[in-house]
């Protein structure tokens, strides 16, 4: 085997990239979905489906941009560190090259209602002495 490398070039497509932060974005713990903003459908920003994300290079320069839906009641900042740090590793690892900007907005918080929490039998007919007297060792 020959140990001088071969030049070429790899083309990735924009939608390509699309597909791998929408993928990698929803895949993120509090994150509901993307969302677009009236004024940016209106201006024409958001070209790309789903609504809420754009993907630009210009002058070489790799640049997302993202309106997302979080769920309610989870710390935004936290939820927009963690998709920051999973599409810029994505885009590292599938692409081979950096994110030079990254914009992530929360658009609305949602709320996913999960009902209420079960309410404990009236009658449980156990007792707090009850693990004791098994004879079960807890730790």
């Known amino acids: 085997m020959p140990d001088a490398s071969i030049g070429g070039r790899a083309l990735v497509t924009r939608r390509a990239i699309i597909d791998i932060v929408r993928r990698v974005t929803l895949g993120q713990y509090g994150v509901a ?27 070489g320069a790799l640049g997302i941009r993202m309106h997302l839906r979080v769920a309610q009641g989870l710390p935004i900042a936290e939820v927009a560190r963690q998709v920051d740090l999973a599409v810029r590793h994505a885009i590292r690892t599938a692409v081979g090259r950096e994110v ?40």
Do not use: Q, Y
Request: hydrophobic residues 35%; glycine residues 14%; without cysteine.
């Open 33 to 59: 979905g993307f969302a677009g903003n009236w004024a940016d459908r209106v201006l024409g920003w958001i070209e790309d489906r789903p609504g809420g994300l754009r993907v630009s290079v210009a002058g």
């Open 100 to 139: 030079d900007r990254l914009s992530i907005r929360v658009a609305r918080l949602e709320l996913h209602p999960g009902g209420e929490p079960p309410h404990p039998p009236d009658d449980p007919g156990l007792s707090p002495s009850d693990l004791a007297d098994s004879g079960t060792d807890v730790a």
